[in-house]
């Protein structure tokens, strides 16, 4: 059985007084149902008090962003060393928003992804495709390219990844994939996962769905075959609305 899993990424939303109260709010509504895993992404500067807060409740802290460099002078980066010496849990590689404003390329993503497994942390490894690639009916291949780095990871490797498929045209502006648009990315992706490293890491993979994911449609996505949860934006700033998500799953 492949873990559910919703997190949370508030990107660079609330300052500190508002991120902890957001922390705790979810904190104390949240009760562990089956073996979902919850993982609230904030930004760095909440990490250490989030970490405590959600540590008590049982949910999972991720980083948005993570140098792959081990320490140095790379002013202003934070490196997987430093978030595993916080006992993070997870971070996000490949978020649309880092490819489009900070144009990390594909080789800098591996790296990332190395330097996170080498610290024991789980990368959300982010991919979707963009309106006009959609249009054009080039979502699948677009997809299938930004997996292609992932080959180059052992079996072991892999299986440490979680997969969120974000379409670009859906994030943070209200237009929702269908849960068919969404099933049959997802069932692309198993089948390419299933190609690379056979049935049972496949099977096991947990792939989300990201992008305009809010309490109304949550259900209807997470219902679908392939669909393990959901990678939330907008809606994670809202205790009631993300635990009404977690609550779909
Ligand atoms: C995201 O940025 O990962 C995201 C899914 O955002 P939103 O839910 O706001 O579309």
Excluded at 148 to 170: C, D, G, N, R
Excluded at 172 to 185: C, F, N, V, W, Y
Excluded at 203 to 223: M, Q, R, T, V, W
Aim: charged share 25%; glycine share 8%.
């Amino acid at each position: 059985m492949r873990t559910k899993i919703v997190a949370g990424n508030w990107k660079m939303n609330m300052n500190f007084e508002e991120g902890i109260q957001l922390s705790s709010e979810i904190a104390k509504t949240y009760t562990k149902k089956n073996q979902e895993e919850v993982i609230l992404i904030p930004p760095y500067i909440h990490l250490s008090k989030v970490k405590e807060v959600a540590l008590a409740a049982g949910l999972k802290v991720g980083a948005q962003n993570v140098h792959f460099e081990k320490n140095g002078a790379f002013t202003g980066e934070i490196s997987a060393e430093q978030l595993a010496s916080m006992k993070i849990d997870y971070a996000l590689v490949g978020h649309s928003e880092r490819r489009k404003y900070f144009h990390e390329s594909n080789q800098d993503l591996l790296k990332k992804i190395k330097a996170l497994l080498a610290e024991g942390i789980r990368p959300i490894f982010c991919c979707g495709e963009e309106l006009e690639a959609r249009k054009s009916d080039l979502h699948f291949k677009t997809v299938a390219e930004q997996l292609k780095i992932l080959w180059e990871l052992s079996k072991e490797e892999f299986a440490q990844l979680v997969i969120a498929y974000e379409p670009v045209w859906a994030i943070g502006t209200g237009e929702t994939a269908s849960s068919l648009q969404a099933q049959e990315m997802h069932a692309s992706i198993r089948a390419l996962v299933k190609e690379h490293y056979g049935k049972p890491i496949a099977e096991n993979c947990s792939i989300l769905y990201g992008g305009s994911c809010k309490p109304d449609n949550a259900a209807e996505l997470f219902e679908q075959a392939d669909v393990d949860g959901g990678l939330i934006g907008g809606a994670s700033l809202n205790s009631n609305d993300f635990l009404a998500i977690v609550n779909a799953l």
